[in-house]
């Protein structure tokens, strides 16, 4: 069956660094496209950035753009999330993401505060 793993989330001070994890296990990693969301407290899901199936292509959203970095390492079945220059309104619990068959999967999430 299909798992989505995170970790690496934590408190940290605005302007400081955090990487996010996402293993993978029980599909073709290799083969699929990647994606991190995050939800805030009282807020909607939002999708954070997109990574192709063999790395060479992502996206991201505005708000994240120039801060963060997604990158995977197929061999480790595992998607990264570089988040630099944190704010405030980065503070969220972090979710990764694959779609198969139009069938939407997610981790548990991590847990991102960004706090003075």
């Known amino acids: 069956q299909v798992q989505l793993v995170e970790s690496g989330g934590g408190l940290v001070q605005p302007g400081g660094s955090l990487r996010l994890s996402c293993a993978a296990s029980g599909f073709t990693f290799s083969s699929y496209a990647m994606k991190w969301y995050r939800q805030a407290p009282g807020k909607e899901r939002e999708w954070v950035a997109t990574?192709?199936?063999?790395?060479?292509?992502?996206k991201y959203a505005d708000s994240v753009r120039g801060r963060f970095t997604i990158s995977r390492d197929n061999a480790k079945n595992t998607v990264y999330l570089q988040m630099n220059s944190l704010k405030p309104e980065d503070t969220a619990v972090y979710y990764c993401n694959t779609k198969r068959y139009s069938y939407d999967y997610w981790g548990q999430g991590t847990q991102v505060t960004v706090s003075s």
């Open positions: 990574i192709t199936s063999a790395g060479g292509g992502t």
